[in-house]
């Protein structure tokens, strides 16, 4: 019997799934081995004017996509199992 994408989506087998807290930080750690990303947290944090720096970067997509994921790992939304 083949198994259809709807079958495995309301499976009960935990084992053959990722749990969302994985696929975050797995999604985390794909950003941070982004050379840009690294060298905008190096920038970041050898600035003198840290906060103003962050103001600007938040028009950079890159940067915006970090803090979003990092905000997701540490304040999960309610509709997100956990």
């Given amino acids: 019997m083949m198994t259809t994408?709807?079958?495995?989506?309301?499976?009960?087998?935990e084992?053959?799934?990722?749990?969302?807290?994985?696929l975050k930080n797995l999604a985390l750690r794909s950003l941070?081995?982004?050379p840009h990303l690294r060298q905008?947290?190096?920038?970041?944090d050898q600035a003198d004017a840290?906060?103003?720096l962050m103001r600007a970067w938040t028009q950079e997509p890159l940067f915006v996509e970090f803090a979003a994921c990092?905000?997701?790992?540490v304040e999960?939304?309610?509709n997100e199992d956990p």
């Fill in 5 to 13: 994408l709807a079958d495995f989506l309301n499976s009960d087998e």
């Fill in 15 to 22: 084992e053959n799934r990722v749990s969302l807290q994985n």
């Fill in 32 to 34: 941070l081995l982004n």
């Fill in 40 to 44: 905008l947290m190096v920038d970041l």
């Fill in 50 to 52: 840290k906060a103003k």
């Fill in 70 to 73: 990092c905000s997701s790992i």
């Fill in 76 to 78: 999960p939304s309610q």
